[in-house]
Every structure is written in structure tokens, then in C-alpha cells.
């Protein structure tokens, strides 16, 4: 089967992809979304869908069209009604043309996510659609995976938007007298959101973190030098410590990354990533610069986290300060590479 999504957001496709994907079936997102205004936000939702294309190496479609001009011209008659009368349709008879007219069999939607949106009708729509065009619809209740969905999103930092998209939805949602959201169907709640990753200062015991911090610099000596006066901060994935660093202040506009490290099966989930991010957030209110110190092996990943300026090397350092040979991946330890991240920037 093969399948041609009408993508809205980013967002909303996180769970519609990954349950496709868990049935077998590799979608082909396609982005053609009018009348998401201002062109700012248009631009914004676009991107972000591009992005996380990207990263999950997803095939991605954009079709551009702002369609501000006809949005107005179509809607102006019956605005109240301008979702089901206008909005869904051209996204859905776009979406199930261009699916014919490129060799796909089947056609879906990542706006049956929304318990916001009107299910049903845009259910009928794409049946409708289905029939005019001679092509299979996939329809699926999403609407059981948003709240997760979204919760992962944001663990993700995809840009979230506020809106539905049209200037009149932009409006229910800014001046409180228009808000005419309607209410969710029977039998969605939306529970308080439970982040899943959490990242906390820890203020108690720093050493008991000891035993992780020698997996990424194995002098207990060297560990316990700075964790005396070293800031450690925990990421935590439901409950479970992922990932750890310890930052230490160098002087009033200088601190030093010292150690991070992310526990075995937490790796390859973009954990230390984050917890960078974190870390550049929390201290650039005070401080200009972020130094880390690391082996050759290293180097591509800290600059790609934008410690991009290289600074210093400290020869033998890894031969002349450790008790016995250090091997990262392939590669013995011997210099230690300094690089810098703006904090400003
Ligand atoms: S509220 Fe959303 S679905 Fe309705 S017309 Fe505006 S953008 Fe389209």
C-alpha cells in the first residue's frame, strides 16, 4: 500500500506516522495547507515539518500555496461554517488529486488527530473524495494518540503552534468573547500533561552519581575534584536518570562543561543534545562563554552543539594525567581538545 498523507503540522504527525509505521505502512507526508496565517506562522509550521522530516527521514511533498486571496473570497459568505464548507475540502480534493495523479494508492489525513477538528466531516469528506478520484482512503481514530503525540512533540522541541490556522482561529483563541472551540467529544479528557523528561539541579548528594560520571572519565580522583564545587544537573526520563553533566564556573564570564553522560540504554535518543540545550539556556542569563574539554573522537559532536570555537590543546593530557591507557571507540586518549560555545549567540 502506499500511502499519501495530508500532513497539517509536525506536531500532529508524530503519533500518525509512528502508528502507520508500527502497522507496516511507510506514509509519505504531504504538506499543502492554505490559509495559515500570518505568513509567519505559515513559514514557521512549514519548516518545522521539514525539519522533523529530516530527523525522522520521513519522504516529504510541499506543495506552496499561501492561498490568502481565495481563503477570503471563499469563506466571506459563511464564515462560521468556513472549516467544513471550505477549508477541509480543498485540503482533502488536493491531497487525493495529487495521490491519483502521482501513482498512489491510498490517501490519509494527520487531521484526524485533532479532537479539536470536526472528525466526522472530514471523515465524509475524504470518503467523498475517495470516490471522486477512484482511490482508497486509510482512515484511522488518531484522535486516541494526541495527547501523546503532542507530548512527545514538545519533548522534541518541534514548534508548537496556538492556533488552528486561519485568521479567525487565531482570533478564538486571542480575544476570549470569540472562543467558540468547541467542546471535545464524549470520551476525551485531557488529563494534566505528564512530562515525560524532566531535567532538575541536584542540590543533595552529587556523589551519588559518581558511578555513571567514570563511564565518561574514568579518574575518580578527577570526578571528585569537581564535583566539589561543580553544578550537577540530572535529566530524569520517567523517573529513570538518562543522562548527567557537571558544569563548573571558570571565571565571571567562563564555565566549563566538565563532564556529561548519558546511561547505555538512554543512548541515541538525543538526550545529551538536550541536555546542552538546557545548560546554554540556564547559564547564558550570567555568562558569555561554555568551554568543554574532549578527545579527538568527540570533537564533530560538540561542535555540531555549537561548541564551535576551537580554543586550546592540552598535549599528553590524557597520557600524563590518567593511571592507565584510554580508549574512545578506536581511538588511545592523548590530547585533550578545548573548544567554546557563545552562550550569547
Ligand atoms: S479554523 Fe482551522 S479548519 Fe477551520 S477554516 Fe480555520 S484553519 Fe481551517
Not at 509567519?40 to 506543495?63: G, H, Q, V
Not at 472528525?119 to 501523546?148: P, V
Not at 557537571?246 to 545529551?272: Q, S
Request: aromatic letters at 14%; charged letters at 30%; glycine letters at 4%.
Amino acid at each position: 500500500m502506499k500511502v499519501f498523507m495530508h500532513t497539517c503540522c509536525a506536531p500532529c504527525s508524530v503519533y500518525c506516522i509512528q502508528t502507520l509505521r508500527n502497522e507496516g505502512i511507510e506514509p509519505i507526508a504531504y504538506w499543502f495547507n492554505p490559509n495559515i496565517h500570518p505568513y509567519t506562522e505559515y513559514k514557521a509550521r512549514r519548516d518545522t515539518l521539514k525539519n522533523y522530516a529530516k530527523m525522522i527521514d520521513l519522504d516529504l511533498i510541499i506543495e506552496e500555496n499561501y492561498g490568502l486571496k481565495e481563503f477570503c473570497k471563499n469563506v466571506v459568505g459563511d464564515i462560521d461554517n468556513r472549516c467544513i464548507n471550505y477549508c477541509y475540502p480543498i485540503r482533502m480534493e488536493q491531497t487525493a488529486k495529487f495521490a491519483k495523479e502521482n501513482g498512489f494508492d491510498t490517501f490519509t489525513t494527520t487531521l484526524l488527530i485533532s479532537p479539536y477538528q470536526q472528525h466526522e466531516a472530514i471523515k465524509k469528506i475524504c470518503e467523498e473524495m475517495a470516490e471522486k478520484y477512484q482511490i482508497n482512503f486509510l482512515y484511522r481514530d488518531f484522535r486516541l494518540g494526541f495527547r501523546e503525540g503532542q507530548n512527545q512533540a514538545r519533548e522534541l522541541g518541534l514548534y508548537m503552534q496556538k492556533y488552528c490556522g486561519c485568521i479567525f482561529s487565531e482570533e478564538q483563541i486571542s480575544i476570549p468573547h470569540t472562543n467558540t472551540k468547541p467542546d471535545l467529544p464524549e470520551g476525551f479528557e485531557f488529563l494534566p500533561v505528564k512530562r515525560n523528561i524532566i531535567i532538575n539541579k541536584e542540590k543533595n548528594d552529587k556523589n551519588q552519581y559518581l558511578k555513571l560520571l567514570l563511564e565518561a572519565d574514568p579518574s575518580e580522583k578527577m570526578v571528585e575534584k569537581y564535583l566539589i564545587d561543580g553544578e550537577v544537573f540530572v535529566l530524569s526520563y520517567k523517573d529513570d536518570v538518562a543522562c548527567i553533566a557537571v558544569v563548573t564556573k571558570l571565571d565571571n564570564d567562563t564555565v566549563e562543561l566538565k563532564n556529561i553522560v548519558t546511561k547505555e540504554e538512554f543512548r541515541g535518543k538525543g538526550y545529551a543534545k538536550k541536555m546542552i540545550k538546557y545548560l546554554a539556556d540556564n547559564y547564558k542569563q550570567r555568562y558569555k562563554k561554555m568551554l568543554v574539554g574532549t578527545t579527538e573522537n568527540n570533537i564533530p559532536f560538540y561542535v555540531k552543539q555549537g561548541f564551535d570555537k576551537y580554543e586550546k590543546t592540552i598535549k599528553n593530557f590524557f597520557i600524563d594525567n590518567y593511571d592507565k591507557e584510554i580508549w574512545d571507540g578506536d581511538l588511545p586518549c592523548i590530547d585533550k581538545y578545548y573548544y567554546s560555545k557563545d552562550l550569547k549567540k
